[in-house]
């Protein structure tokens, strides 16, 4: 009888170390739940601190601090961004055209850009955009014209100053003149050259494409002729050297 009762208080407490098992092994279960739920947010937390750019390129500004909580940053009103990233690569310029200008301007012309930071340094390129609207800057209503650079110079850095010179017109072999040989009376252009007899004779002429020094003679006169640029006085009492004479008229191949 003994035996017996031994036997089954044994019974008894080795189903009481089950129950106390059972109840270890719940216990560390719903433990690993909330580790995995806490590694899981863990996770969450870390990818927010992660910054990934959508494109490929050099970090030209950062404007955030650590600490700074992104997410809030986005939905706010500032227009700053937080960190500015540029494709060095494909740099472009941006240039300002008036109004009188802009109606010759158009997209795939050629440029000649030049940058105030380095002497010599002259680059070539093409127009890649007009904005259909203008600005007002002082009375002047202006256009940007965005330029495309063939070639790009490792010294070219965001933001410096450039000046372009856009190509509108291409002739070859016309005839020039300073536009301050010109002259206009009613609705007819006329210039004076110097005759056989170096007297001056006035030719009515007909005009083509100019720029800023010079414009294209189509017809009137002829290589060779020599041009009255500027009048003197004979009676004026003083005569500044070079302001006045004639010139030559070469037989020019280039861009008007």
Do not use: C, H, W
Not at 50 to 60: A, L
Not at 100 to 115: E, F, P
Not at 218 to 228: A, E, K, L, R, T
């Amino acid at each position: 009888k003994t035996n017996l009762i031994n036997a089954r208080n044994g019974g008894t407490e080795t189903e009481r170390d089950r129950n106390l098992l059972r109840e270890k092994i719940s216990v560390a279960e719903k433990n690993l739940t909330v580790a995995k739920l806490n590694y899981k947010n863990a996770l969450t937390d870390s990818a927010k601190r992660k910054v990934t750019s959508p494109i490929d390129g050099t970090v030209n500004a950062i404007n955030i601090k650590n600490g700074d909580d992104l997410s809030r940053l986005s939905k706010s009103n500032t227009s700053q961004a937080p960190i500015i990233i540029g494709d060095l690569k494909t740099l472009k310029a941006q240039v300002q055209v008036n109004e009188v200008d802009i109606a010759n301007v158009s997209l795939g012309q050629r440029a000649t850009m030049t940058l105030s930071a380095f002497d010599g340094l002259s680059l070539s390129g093409i127009v890649e955009k007009m904005d259909a609207l203008g600005t007002i800057t002082q009375g002047v209503v202006n256009y940007t014209v965005t330029l495309g650079f063939d070639t790009t110079d490792e010294r070219l850095k965001p933001g410096m100053s450039v000046s372009a010179k856009i190509i509108t017109d291409v002739k070859e072999d016309v005839i020039t003149v300073p536009n301050g040989a010109l002259k206009v009376q009613g609705k007819k252009t006329y210039i004076e050259v110097l005759n056989t007899k170096n007297v001056p004779e006035r030719r009515t002429i007909e005009i083509g494409s100019a720029n800023n020094t010079d414009t294209e003679i189509v017809s009137g006169i002829n290589v060779g002729d020599n041009v009255i640029t500027q009048t003197i006085d004979p009676n004026a009492k003083a005569v500044t050297p070079g302001t006045g004479g004639g010139i030559r008229i070469p037989g020019l191949g280039g861009r008007g």
